[in-house]
Structures are given as C-alpha cells and as structure tokens.
C-alpha cells in the first residue's frame, strides 16, 4: 500500500513504502552559592547596563543580558542612574524589574514596576523590544553624570531628559508580563539546562517559512506522543506484552519534546494568525497542558490521517508496533534535517538549538526501535524495512558515536 500525501510546507515528507508521517523525534527566593555567578538582566534582555559586584568585578551586560560575578551583591545602573541592586540570585538566575525593586515576581502591576518598565522599555535604541532591549547611547551620555537611584515617581523627568518617549503603561505591562510568565514557565519544564540557556535569549525575526515549521512541528510532536502511548498501551491490554520503547519514549522524551515546541511558540508569542499554508488547528496549542490534550484527535485533516494509518498497522502486532516507531523516527530526522536549514536562515539560534535536540532524540530513539527489533529476532531490525529506513549513519548518542 503506498500513501502519499502533498503538503504545502516540507515538514510532512512521504513513506514511500507504507505510510506518511510527520511526527516526533519525540522566580525563586533560593541562592546561588558557587564560586562563578552568571544571571541575566530582563525584561526583555537588558543590554548596556553597567553592573558592579561585591568582589570588585564590574562590567556592561551583553545582548543577552549577562552579567558575571563572584560574590553578591551586584548594582545595576545605567551611568549614574542606579536601578537597584541583588543580594542573592533568583533561582532561575533572571534579574526582573521586580526583582530590582525587591518586589514579588507576581508584582507587575506594581506602580513602582510599571515605571521602571516603561523607562526601560523606552530606552531600546531600535524600539522593538522583542529583540531585547539595548539602551541607546544618547541615553547612557544623558545619564552620565548623575549619581542617584531610580525614582519611579520621575520617570517622566528621566524621559523628558533623555529625550525618549515614554511606552504607555499598557504596552509595557504586557511586554514584562510576558516575559516573566515564559521565564518562570520554562524553567518549571524538564528540559536540559543547556537548551534552557539558548531559549533564555531575545528573540530573532522569523521568516514565514520559519513560522509555519513551528505551527506543524507543534502537532507532530504531539502526534508521535499520542501514536507510541496509544500502541502501547493496546498491545498490553491486548496480548500483555509491554513493549517498554514506545512507553518510554512517549512519557519521557515525547512529553520534552512538546514542551520545547510550546516554549518555541510561546517565546516569539505566535497565535495562530501568524500562520499561512496550513488548515489551521483550533487546538489552542500553546496554552493547553500536554495531559490535557485529547490524545490522536487533530484539526489538521493530514495529520489525522496519518494518525489512524499509523495506528491500523501499530496493532498488528508487536514488530509492526516497533516498525512504526522506526518510520516515524526516519520521516522525523529527515523533516528535521530540512528545517534546521530554515531556522538558520533567520538567525534564530534558539530555534536550531531546539530542532538540533528534537533531531538528536529522534536518533536515539530509532536505535531503541532498533534494538528492540533485533531483540525479537529480526537481524536487520529497521533495515528490514528498506533502504529508506536503513540508516546505520546514525549517531547513536548527540556526540556523534556509533
């Protein structure tokens, strides 16, 4: 039987020997007490900020916001004009305005809050804050010589002298509201701390093509989670055979997975009108908790297709069950390998950081599909499909070992 299934976008690429899948791969109060110190100044990323610690260190924050010391606490001023100082690190190691102002995270609405965001927000040399936010230079020579903390109550003053306009309180509410839910959101996710790092930066323009590769991704995540548990579970309650890859990789590795993808979605704050070239889906994706989610139920047409198929061949039997594991992780890698190309074309460096750990899953994940082939007897385990998913190239760890 042979499947084939056009779709606008690269993303869903087809099997040709039985099926088409697009699919996986599937603020805290605490301190920090190690010898080296590094936390990043936000709302978004403060670039430009001078900071000095209590070791004698000091320094300007870079583009991600990053700041380095030995020993708190640290001061943060823009020249002479003092925003606030820490005297321990946050857990998730993000400086907020809150933060600065020894205020709650939850305290957005917070006047004093509001003021420091507004004149922050304002001070951006190109005026898009989404790419974090680098105070222009006629601000830092405004500022020079002062020597006084931040008042919240002459922000206009600030304003006025610098020669910025100021946000209104709306817009920068918004702003920092964001930002603080999807830091504090992230660091909550099991997802490797490196990857955590790379997500923790501003935010690039994405291309269209960039956008729509988010929008599918997010399904096929969700699609190879729902697939390896559903089978999983039919064949234990069916024959009593645990086939341990497809649970494991579907509570583990799966549920990772969509979280990076949300996280992607949520960081460059895409609905789903951002989205072209595709039957858009009314799953409210980005807000839904994965065990909320209806499992193997879709909006997109294709992908539900694809699910059933899946499925009708995954319940023959334990190595179909296996077998389905292997194809999903083939069309996966391939997708992936098209799409990393396109996130670098935006200069998106936390979306090919997160496509690169979905890629590096997926081929871990064929050798445990492999494996388990092998394990029943079939010698040439995902060879024994074809040539099209008999890929002994594949690393079986991310540092390239076989």
């Known amino acids: 039987m042979k499947i084939k299934i056009s779709r606008p976008i690269t993303l869903l690429s087809s099997i040709a020997t039985a099926l088409l899948l697009s699919a996986c791969g599937g603020g805290g109060d605490s301190t920090t007490t190690t010898t080296s110190i590094t936390g990043q100044l936000v709302d978004n990323y403060v670039a430009d900020v001078n900071y000095s610690c209590a070791d004698g260190a000091a320094g300007v924050t870079d583009d991600k916001g990053t700041f380095k ?54 001070c951006d040399e190109d ?77 690039s323009t994405l291309t269209q093509e960039a956008k729509d590769t988010l929008s599918y991704m997010g399904n096929e995540e969700r699609l190879a989670h729902d697939v390896y548990l559903e089978l999983y579970n039919y064949h234990l309650q069916n024959s009593n055979t645990a086939i341990k890859q497809l649970n494991n990789i579907a509570t583990k590795s799966e549920v990772t997975h969509i979280q990076t993808v949300q996280a992607l979605i949520n960081k460059y704050e895409l609905d789903y009108s951002s989205f072209t070239n595709i039957d858009l889906p009314e799953l409210g994706y980005k807000e839904t908790a994965i065990e909320d989610m209806e499992m193997g139920k879709y909006d997109i047409q294709k992908i539900q297709e694809l699910h059933d198929l899946l499925i009708a061949k995954g319940e023959q039997s334990v190595q179909d069950a296996l077998e389905v594991g292997c194809m999903v992780e083939v069309t996966d890698i391939d997708d992936l390998l098209v799409e990393i190309p396109i996130a670098q074309d935006s200069n998106a460096s936390d979306v090919v950081a997160a496509f690169e750990f979905l890629r590096d899953g997926s081929y871990s994940h064929y ?36």
Not at 95 to 105: G, I, M, N, S, T
Not at 152 to 173: F, Q
Not at 382 to 400: A, F, I, N, R, W
Request: hydrophobic residues 30%.
């Open 69 to 122: 010391c030995t020993k708190l606490p640290v001061k943060f001023q823009i020249e002479g004009l003092i925003l606030g100082e820490i005297d321990t690190l946050p857990a998730d190691k993000q400086v907020f305005p809150q933060d600065l102002l020894h205020l709650k995270r939850e305290d957005i609405n917070h006047s004093d809050v509001i003021a420091m965001a507004r004149f922050l927000q304002s």
């Open 127 to 203: 005026n898009d804050t989404k790419n974090g936010i680098k105070i222009d230079k006629k601000v830092r020579e405004t500022f020079k010589h002062h020597n006084e903390e931040f008042n919240p109550e002459d922000v206009e003053s600030y304003a006025a002298e610098a020669e910025i306009t100021l946000i209104d309180e709306e817009e920068a509410v918004t702003h920092l509201e964001h930002t603080t839910e999807f830091t504090q959101e992230l660091t909550q996710t099991a997802l490797p701390e490196p990857l955590k790092d790379t997500l923790l930066t501003p935010a």
């Open 367 to 402: 050798w445990a599909f492999d494996k388990g082939l092998k394990n029943m007897g079939i010698d040439e385990g995902c060879c024994s499909l074809g040539q099209e998913y008999c890929h002994p190239e594949y690393p079986t760890d991310t540092k390239g070992r076989r």
